[in-house]
């Protein structure tokens, strides 16, 4: 009995010394956690070039309006609603026999009075070499030569409404003024069209390449792009669903007024559209590259954002810190920081939603 009461003491005793060094080491570990494992990276600066971005809209770089110019019966359509025509090519005819019957009217009146002219000059002649001889008064003889005279006005009057009578008829053929795709046909066969009001709009014509993409930059950006560098200013398209255009564009124009509403500059590229892929009215994201500047580069991943703004954690003494930083552009899989970081600071990359201020970190 006294054996079992001895070892059951013993038994005691190592439980309770084993429960006093269990929560020895459990206050030791909530006290002190191990180190967090951590990548990291050197910040390093180098040249990245100066992106702007911008929401632009393609056109194209030539829009034109076909209109008719004589009125008639719209008797033909030569082409098919959004074919690809040359310039000269035949988009309409209007009724022609009106305008022919007015040509052989107008070349009829012009035989005659050229016909008159002719006799009135002759007379003229006959009289001026009798007047010379005073064989007539000299009013018989001015009344001769003002007699050729209107009789040449009024030849030269109807040679002008014989061309003018041409003219009618070369418009009933409605052609394509430039190389470029057609638009909606705005009247049908059938319809009487004129040259005022709204049916003297038959369809229009765009000139898909090049293409034309205007957008706007800010006041600061524009003078970075008018700056130094502003010449080798260069322009790359973005399509809707992210792709990025391979035709490399050219600014053309650059407006020489801020808009006082959104302190922004016109701007406008041109950009080759051989493949017709961009069309007008697109909507398109510009970058504008202009130049290059200083600054350290880390991965996009490692910049994070609070209320207070985008921040990296840095490793200082074996310490996780939260660093602000001034962010810039991206620079493909990079961020491009404009202040905060320092080269040769040690920016932690991973493990990120694990750290916490002043925790221990550990390289890997």
Known sequence: MRLLLVLSCVALAACSEGDARQGKGAKDAKAAPPPLTVGVIEAVRRDVPVTFEAVGRAEGSREVQVRARVAGILEQQKFQEGDSVKAGATLFEIERAPFEIELAQARGVLA????????????HERLKGLADRRAISQKEADQAASAARQAQAAAQVARARVRQA???????????????????????????????????????????????????????????????????????????????YPETAKLNFSGSTVDAQTSTVQMRAEVPNPRLALLPGQFVRVRVTAGTVQAVVVPQSAVLQNEGGRFVWVAVDGKALQRPIKAGAWVGKDWAVLDGLQPGDQVIVDNLVRLRPNASVVFK
């Open 112 to 123: 005659e009075v050229s016909a008159r002219e002719a006799l009135a000059r002759q007379e």
């Open 166 to 244: 041409e003219l009618n008829l070369s418009y009933t053929r409605v052609t394509a003024p430039i190389d470029g795709i057609t638009g909606r046909a705005q009247q049908s066969v059938g319809s009487l069209v004129s040259p005022s009001g709204e049916s003297a709009m038959l369809t229009t014509l765009t000139r898909g390449d090049p293409l034309w993409v205007r957008f706007s930059l800010s006041e600061q950006e524009y003078a970075r792009v008018r700056g130094g560098e502003g010449r080798e200013a260069e322009v790359r398209i973005e399509l809707a669903d992210g792709s990025a």
